[in-house]
């Protein structure tokens, strides 16, 4: 059975590379089984996220809104 070094090493990768279906299934074996793990997965993926839309911009729109929210006057 995966250890969780393992796993989060591959759950990583994964952001890199397409795993092997045995990597898969071992890796979805072992994250149904490990809430750190699932926990760490789920993490990855919203880092991965926030990545994404940092790097089309779509934060900046954001940014000027709470920034417009947080000032109504603009002082």
Do not use: I, W
């Amino acid at each position: 059975m995966m250890d969780c070094k393992q796993a989060t090493r591959l759950l990583s990768e994964q952001q890199d590379r397409k795993l092997s279906r045995r990597e898969k299934l071992a890796l979805k074996f072992h994250v149904f089984m490990c809430k750190a793990c699932r926990n760490f997965g789920q993490q990855m993926g919203s880092l991965r996220d926030l990545a994404r839309s940092y790097a089309k911009g779509e934060d900046k729109a954001q940014d000027r809104q709470q920034s417009r929210d947080s000032n109504p006057q603009g002082k």
